[in-house]
């Protein structure tokens, strides 16, 4: 069951569902103006998000902003019309392409079959939509490029595209008096090619720009709000095993001997994991 969280004075989230794809959802609550992190992946997760806050005594946002171009950060803007919505240049450029399709089970299927789209998302849409796929794609307001700072009143939000492996156009929403960096999904890897990656430069040039954020709290869109020494821990996995890939042009056996000399230890799930996907990216 989807939660409504609180972080320090200013932040709410909604925590996230696997089964469907809804990412965590955010809003960012100013003296004067409210900012929603993300619209959701349909028009019942937008409204569940805003009956829960409004249970709290919370008001519609006056904004919101988009992490980036994927259905599941986009679907629920549409629920959204009285709300001016921001978006990267970037990001509305991707979803204008999404406009003259049909998400029709047929038509997914046969996306799917094509290689434009991938199985995981074809089946969460259908989840997600099960009883009626009333799905408009609705392009947002105002759009900027590389950075915008916006002021709420008494907290401000610092919109900051950084790209990434896994959306070229990804933003993070930076709230600066609570000090919390709103990700999005741009630390995960590419699920959309042939083999889930990660590339060496793309990652390393994102890591630089995430390390640069003063965060005591980083909210991962499809997991949860982590604390900075935790998410230190993931940029060092991601920096170590980058490292590692090059010297070993991209062979994963010879890259696990060598994080299991740096680490002591057998390595665990996620350390394989991502020594497979450098290893994909590489490779690919």
Same mark, same amino acid.
């Given at each position: 069951?989807?939660?409504?969280?609180?972080?320090?004075?200013?932040?709410?989230?909604?925590?996230?569902?696997?089964?469907?794809?809804?990412?965590?959802?955010?809003?960012?609550?100013?003296?004067?103006?409210?900012?929603?992190?993300?619209?959701?992946?349909?028009?019942?997760?937008?409204?569940?998000?805003?009956?829960?806050?409004?249970?709290?005594?919370?008001?519609?946002?006056?904004?919101?902003?988009?992490?980036?171009?994927?259905?599941?950060?986009?679907?629920?803007?549409?629920?959204?019309?009285?709300?001016?919505?921001?978006?990267?240049?970037?990001?509305?450029? /991707?979803?204008?392409?999404?406009?003259?399709?049909?998400?029709?089970?047929?038509?997914?299927?046969?996306?799917?079959? /094509?290689?434009? /789209?991938?199985?995981?998302?074809?089946?969460?849409?259908?989840?997600?939509?099960?009883?009626?796929?009333?799905?408009?794609?609705?392009?947002?307001?105002?759009?900027?490029?590389?950075?915008?700072?916006?002021?709420?009143?008494?907290?401000?939000?610092?919109?900051?595209? #950084?790209?990434?492996?896994?959306?070229?156009?990804? #933003?993070?929403?930076?709230?600066?008096?609570?000090?919390?960096?709103?990700?999005?999904?741009?630390?995960?890897?590419?699920?959309?090619?042939?083999?889930?990656?990660?590339?060496?430069?793309?990652?390393?040039?994102?890591?630089?720009?995430?390390?640069?954020?003063?965060?005591?709290?980083?909210?991962?869109?499809?997991?949860?709000?982590?604390?900075?020494?935790?998410?230190?821990? /993931?940029?060092?996995?991601?920096?170590? #095993?980058?490292?590692?890939?090059?010297?070993?042009?991209?062979?994963?056996?010879?890259?696990?001997?060598?994080?299991?000399?740096?680490?002591?230890?057998?390595?665990?799930?996620?350390?394989?994991?991502?020594?497979?996907?450098?290893?994909?990216?590489?490779?690919?």
């Amino acid at each position: 069951m989807q939660q409504i969280k609180q972080i320090g004075d200013r932040f709410y989230y909604q925590t996230p569902v696997s089964e469907t794809d809804r990412p965590i959802l955010g809003m960012v609550v100013g003296d004067e103006k409210s900012l929603m992190i993300d619209a959701g992946n349909s028009e019942n997760h937008a409204r569940y998000f805003l009956e829960e806050l409004s249970d709290r005594g919370l008001k519609r946002p006056d904004m919101v902003a988009l992490t980036h171009w994927h259905w599941d950060h986009i679907f629920g803007l549409s629920a959204l019309r009285d709300t001016v919505s921001i978006s990267s240049f970037q990001t509305k450029e /991707e979803m204008a392409k999404l406009l003259p399709l049909s998400w029709s089970d047929a038509d997914l299927d046969q996306r799917v079959e /094509e290689g434009t /789209e991938i199985e995981f998302c074809a089946t969460a849409i259908k989840k997600e939509f099960a009883k009626q796929r009333d799905i408009t794609i609705t392009l947002p307001d105002v759009t900027f490029e590389g950075k915008l700072e916006i002021d709420l009143g008494g907290v401000t939000c610092v919109l900051q595209h #950084v790209g990434g492996d896994h959306a070229a156009d990804s #933003v993070v929403v930076y709230i600066k008096e609570e000090k919390i960096l709103f990700l999005g999904d741009c630390f995960y890897p590419d699920i959309f090619s042939s083999k889930t990656n990660y590339t060496v430069k793309t990652t390393t040039q994102l890591l630089d720009v995430l390390e640069g954020f003063k965060a005591d709290w980083v909210i991962l869109s499809h997991g949860e709000a982590i604390s900075s020494e935790a998410f230190a821990r /993931e940029v060092r996995l991601l920096r170590t #095993v980058s490292s590692l890939t090059g010297p070993s042009n991209g062979d994963e056996k010879q890259m696990q001997i060598a994080y299991e000399k740096i680490v002591e230890r057998e390595l665990n799930e996620e350390e394989l994991e991502v020594i497979q996907e450098f290893a994909n990216g590489y490779n690919l």
